[in-house]
């Protein structure tokens, strides 16, 4: 029987990051819900971005620190990279409704960035019980059919922005916010496909 050697410390700090992500989508969705607090809200997922920056350049840092990880050195690094990249998604989409100076909210917005929640949900749940393989697989079935749900209601709201309703520059807002949030859920997707590979080196 082969014993992997466990740092657990890269486990929580997997964990703390996740926890930011799932923040991060559920002030997102405020955001658009309640747009005017919108410089609330663009703050706090501002600064649920920063630390989890902070969280990424401590694993980054730990890493470069341990002589023995709990799986490939490679892995670490690209879950971290994938989990904060997410995030990174998410702040850029809150920057925009700030820069946009975004007032008025399609409801569109608010079913995609639903979407994105329930899909924080599972990354979280999935890097909770990253040392599980059947934990993993069925948070990444889960995370598959919601970025197909988000795909559809995307492809839709574009085609709504672009029925001749809307001034050209309401457009190019919206099409930008939109791309944002689909972004962040298709990497979401990409955090279970790190984690099922993971998963499959060291099950």
């Known amino acids: ?104 909210v399609h409801q569109a917005a608010v079913t995609l960035s639903d979407v994105m929640v329930r899909a924080a949900v599972q990354v979280e749940a999935a890097v909770r019980g990253m040392k599980d393989p059947k934990v993993v697989g069925l948070k990444a079935q889960e995370l598959k059919k919601l970025e197909e749900e988000g795909d559809a209601i995307y492809h839709e709201s574009m085609g709504a922005l672009f029925d001749g309703a809307l001034d050209a520059i309401e457009v190019i807002k919206w099409k930008e916010l939109y791309d944002k949030v689909e972004d962040a859920l298709d990497q979401a997707e990409d955090v279970a496909n790190v984690l099922q590979s993971i998963a499959l080196k060291n099950g």
């Not at 014993?3 to 929580?12: A, G, H, N, V």
């Not at 607090?37 to 341990?66: C, G, S």
């Open 1 to 104: 029987m082969r014993l992997i050697p466990r740092d657990e410390q890269f486990y929580e700090l997997f964990t703390q990051l996740a926890e930011r992500l799932s923040l991060a989508a559920r002030l997102l969705n405020q955001l658009f819900r309640e747009p005017e607090r919108r410089a609330e809200h663009v703050q706090a997922i501002k600064a649920a971005e920063h630390e989890a920056d902070e969280i990424t350049r401590e694993i980054i840092d730990r890493l470069d620190r341990t002589f023995i990880t709990p799986f490939d050195r490679e892995d670490i690094h690209q879950l971290a990279s994938a989990l904060d990249e997410v995030v990174d998604l998410l702040d850029g989409a809150a920057r925009r409704v700030e820069i946009f100076r975004i007032t008025t």
